[in-house]
């Protein structure tokens, strides 16, 4: 039986999904395939790789994709991918481009604001499909 908390729920889960995948696909889309960013050439460098479009492409069409699961899968197996993600990207850049950690807009709050709408995302279906596994 649905409830107006059930739905609520659903609402909310929904709208981070959405919020979560406009982030994946903005930062895929705009500085890596339409113009493709200094600070992500320089991302990619720090890793010794001087031919840097082919990754640079590469990573783009993966978060987009990755953005498009999010939204056309509905189970919970793309929110903790988009988690591990997020999570190995920072750890990246905290490695091997620690300067962008004190920049406006830092990957910091990018990437801990995202994997706080994974987690809104996680626990709204949880409490809808009323399971914890991440089918």
Do not use: Y
């Not at 609520?8 to 500085?31: E, M, S």
């Amino acid at each position: 039986m649905t409830t107006p908390e059930h739905n609520r729920l659903r609402q909310i889960g929904w709208l981070a999904r959405v919020a979560l995948a406009l982030v994946l696909f903005w930062h895929g889309l705009v500085p890596k395939l339409l113009w493709l960013s200094a600070d992500e050439v320089a991302m990619i460098q720090a890793h010794g790789i001087v031919e840097v479009e082919w990754l640079a492409t590469l990573a783009g069409v993966g978060e987009i994709a990755l953005a498009v699961l999010l939204l056309i899968v509905r189970r919970r197996w793309p929110l903790l991918l988009a988690a591990l993600f997020l999570l190995l990207l920072l750890v990246d850049v905290a490695l091997f481009s620690p300067h962008l950690l004190v920049q406006a807009f830092t990957p910091v709050s990018t990437n801990l604001a995202a994997l706080a709408l994974c987690l809104v995302a996680w626990l709204a279906d949880s409490a809808t499909l009323g399971r914890t596994s991440p089918e």
